[in-house]
Structure formats: C-alpha cells, structure tokens
C-alpha cells in the first residue's frame, strides 16, 4: 500500500522536495534504510584509511514507530493540494480511517500484554516454583512410587520388580 502511494504521489506534480520527504517516511514504515549498510571489506578499508565507521541502527519497525511515521505520511499527503487519486484506498479519508483502526487495535494489543504477562506469571510459578511447583510435585510423588514399588522393568510381558 505505501508503494501505491508514493507512486500515486509521484504521478502528480509535486515538487522533489515533497516526494523525498514522502519517501522518508514510507522507508521508515517499510523498514528500509537510506543507505546500504557498509560491508566488512568497506569497514576494514575505513580502518586503514584512519576513518572510525560507526553504523547506527535505522530500524523504526516498533508498532508504535511505525504508527506515527504512517500518520506524518498522511498529514504530509494532507498537506499536497494536488494529491487526489482516483482509488478509494489511497485517498486521505480512507488512509487516516484506516490509521485510526490500527491505533485502536495496537491500544487494545498493549492493554492486553499486562494481563498476559501477568496470567503466565502465575502460571510459570504454579507449574515450576520450586518445591510447590506442580513439575516439583509430580518428580516427588514418582520418586515416593518408586521407593514403595520398586523399580518396575517390562521384560517379556513379565514385570520384575
């Protein structure tokens, strides 16, 4: 969808600048960088110029990062007179209704992550606390069969104890 609308805007007559600053934010959403990332044969060749490479992540890929930078897309789009494409599902409209659905599911998602969080910690100390722990439990009570049975060895169809 985001190419569909860089290409969309590209066909209008907007300025360079405009379309830059639309592709900025369409990498950032897309997770793509603006410059290849250095190979090591590129870094080692810095080093023996004498120059320090330091390559910093660009990743905004969070939802959350990738959110705000669809809304910036938006209002920019907003912004550009001449930006009216003909499909219903690159026009503004359509585009800020379907930003506003995702920001209500990633505010359900993020409510939803502390009750989870919480229900597996009561469930990883019910099942593995020590001594309590129902694995705890289990090997105990095994141990305590073995101990009153004997240890009990199949061998022919006959137990052997």
Known sequence: MITRILNALKSTETTKQVDESALTF???????R???????????ADAEAGKETVQISASQMS?????DNYD???K????????????ADLK???LS???TELKQKNAAVLAAAVPLKNARITRNDILYKDLTGLVDVASDVKTY?????????????????
């Open 97 to 99: 209704a379907l930003y």
């Open 76 to 87: 920019l789009l907003t912004s550009i007179e001449v930006y009216a494409p003909n499909e």
């Open 63 to 67: 939802h959350d990062s990738r959110l």
């Open 34 to 44: 603006a410059s290849a990332k250095k190979t090591a044969e590129e870094i080692k």
């Open 145 to 161: 069969v073995k101990s009153v049975f004997g240890l009990v060895v199949r061998n022919s169809g006959r137990l052997a104890g």
């Open 72 to 74: 910036k897309l938006i």
């Open 26 to 32: 369409a990498r950032k959403i897309q997770g793509r």
């Open 92 to 94: 503004v409209a359509f």
